[in-house]
């Protein structure tokens, strides 16, 4: 167990809906990451917090945001939903958020597009 | 451009073999640093290991071994005396930018471990 908690572990929702993916970092981290794991594309980075603030961007689509808040939570969501959006969506925390820091990844929250 | 490349998409080995996976990075930093990750069927993601730059020195834990290499971009992992438990998709990955420590992942290995 990483100590990184993600909710839900599974969604099923229809084309051109919204939904909100949960992620709450292991005790003491500053910074989130969240990823997207798919068949063609790979595990791809998204968007890095951190304390809050945003620190860095991946090849992250504008029908996706996310923020962090002050108790370093963060929250990814997805809009206008589309088949291809169907993926698994990790999210990693870190100590500080720097390149030598380790990241560990919550379970994973499992999207189907339908 | 930053990019890892795992060249092996399946590897398939009988248990009690050794099996190494490879992994070449490309990058124009001095400074940056190297992880594998273990996907089990499970599907959560594990870290395994990480190591900067400037240290080649090659790491053994248990069964597992990585063998760094600047002179050639590589960072290979080697697991001695495989076991059915080794069965997953293992993702080399780089971290190069100071302020943000984004992962940048290889396409992964699956490694399956017959008995």
């Known amino acids: 167990d990483s100590g990184v908690t993600q909710t839900p572990k599974h969604l099923i929702t229809a084309t051109g809906q919204r939904v909100t993916l949960r992620c709450s970092p292991r005790?003491?981290?500053?910074?989130v990451y969240w990823y997207q794991q798919s068949l063609d594309q790979g595990l791809q980075f998204l968007i890095h917090y951190y304390n809050g603030e945003e620190r860095a961007k991946g090849n992250i689509l504008e029908r996706f945001s996310a923020q962090q808040f002050p108790d370093l939570h963060s929250e990814l969501n997805l809009s206008s939903l589309e088949l291809g959006d169907s993926a698994l969506y990790f999210c990693?925390?870190?100590?500080?958020?720097?390149?030598?820091?380790?990241?560990?990844f919550g379970p994973g929250t499992r999207l189907t597009v339908l | 451009a930053q990019k890892v490349t795992q060249a092996q998409t399946e590897i398939s080995v009988v248990e009690k073999e050794d099996v190494t996976l490879d992994c070449v990075y490309e990058t124009r930093d001095t400074t940056y640093y190297l992880f594998w990750y273990k996907q089990p069927p499970s599907g959560e993601l594990v870290f395994l290991i990480r190591?900067?730059?400037?240290?080649?020195q090659n790491e053994i834990s248990g069964r597992y071994s990585w063998n760094f290499q600047k002179s050639t971009s590589s960072f290979n992992f080697t697991i001695t005396a495989s076991q059915v438990v080794d069965s997953a998709v293992y993702f080399c990955?780089?971290?190069?930018?100071?302020?943000?420590?984004?992962?940048?992942f290889g396409q992964g290995t699956t490694l399956q471990v017959k008995p």
């Open positions: 990955a780089l971290s190069r930018l100071s302020n943000t420590g984004k992962l940048i």
């Open positions: 190591r900067n730059s400037f240290d080649e």
């Open positions: 005790s003491g981290d500053l910074s």
């Open positions: 990693a925390s870190s100590v500080e958020g720097r390149r030598e820091d380790t990241q560990y």
